[in-house]
């Protein structure tokens, strides 16, 4: 199956979530999106349960191989597919806004300690 849209248009709304509803709202909603693609039987993202359950999120136009991508670019331990922390890590790097933020804060915490120990 061909991809109908060869450069998927996605919109990073992370930063937007994570301002909104801070930390722990951005992971509560993280939890509720991989519930929302989660084979319920195997309590993990799977090939089939993440094609079956798309559409819900607005990703039904994604072909075979661009799935095939994301679960490969999440699944850390090489099963095959994603649990809840491996799709959360993933939502996190695929935001790239986040990830600019997160090395920002990280500077900042080391700078603090560095001058915190002098």
């Known amino acids: 199956m061909a991809s109908q ?3 998927v248009n996605f919109h ?3 930063p937007i979530m994570a301002n909104k509803l801070g930390g722990d709202g951005l992971i509560d909603e993280l939890c509720n999106g991989f519930n929302l693609l989660m084979d319920s039987d195997k309590g993990v993202i799977t090939f089939d349960s993440l094609k079956r359950n798309s559409a819900s999120l607005g990703l039904q136009d994604l072909a075979d191989e661009d799935l095939r ?10 099963d095959g ?3 809840q922390l491996e799709f959360c890590v993933l939502m996190f790097r695929l935001s790239p806004e986040l990830m600019e933020g997160s090395k920002l804060w990280l500077q900042e915490v080391l700078q603090q300690e560095i ?3 002098v």
Do not use: I, K
Not at 69 to 78: A, H, I, V, W
């Open 5 to 7: 849209n060869p450069e």
């Open 12 to 14: 990073d709304y992370l």
């Open 69 to 78: 991508s994301m679960l490969r670019q999440g699944d850390f331990d090489g």
């Open 81 to 83: 597919a994603l649990n």
């Open 115 to 117: 001058q915190d120990s």
